[in-house]
């Protein structure tokens, strides 16, 4: 395993260490997150690749595949460093017509965890987080019930930390008064920023915030700045686009996925990628609608 830890890391807990260059594990599945994949011998190779760069934090759940990336995590990983910690998320479902329903009754987020412990191999999990909205907004409400019942897990000792996903600043105080709270993952890149304020929150609390879409939702005037910005740096867009996260706050930790070596070595590279001032000001520019 590399000595380097891409990006560094950060410390939310004593027994809670990850990098903060992630590896999200969704995209190990087949295609729309369903099923086994095209190839699970290159699966288990990112997964064993990803640890050797010094990746010791993976996301992932038990409704990819649905079973099969943790199914295929555990075949790879298993028995796991003692340095590696594994997040995974509940609160859905696949039906299916491979929709994403709601799953947050506590009967439902009990069997959820159970699952995840048995597909991982693992007898206490290290962060669960709580999927709350959907994947591009939150779902206005409180979160109160399910985040409770999730409490409880954590004080029978099946859960070591927990999060939420999918939530608004207000979901999150909300979590906050039930049970600690030690990570954020909402959508969030250089050109879809409304959740700064959340993340600066983030940072002043302690806690960590995960963006996933890092490269979701651009229009193709923000897509061309990244691009000349990519091409002055000698870099790709991808790269770019994650550095900016990086660079954004203390506090981001990023879980890009992959299904590839390759490109698992290429996001990895982008932990190193130093943005000049007038590359960041560029890149700042583009938020919002454009």
Known sequence: MSDAIP?????LADDLELTRMGYGAMQLA???VWGPPRDRDEAVAVLREALELGITHIDTSDFY???VVNEIIHEALHPYPETLRIV???GARRAPDKSWPSALTPGELRTAVHENLDHLGLDTLDVVNLRVGAAER???GSLAEPFEALAELREQGLIRHLGVSGVSAEQVKEAQSIAPVVCV???YNVAHREDDALVDQCADEGIAYVPFFP???FTPLQSGVLDDVAVRMGATSRQVALAWLLRRSPSILLIPG???VAHLRENVAAAGLELPADAVAELDGISGPA
């Open 7 to 11: 990006g560094g890391s950060l410390t």
């Open 30 to 32: 087949g295609p729309g």
């Open 65 to 67: 595949g649905p079973f």
């Open 88 to 90: 995974t998320k509940v």
């Open 138 to 140: 939150p779902t206005p």
């Open 185 to 187: 993952q909402n959508y």
């Open 215 to 217: 490269l979701g939702g």
């Open 258 to 260: 992959t299904s590839s």
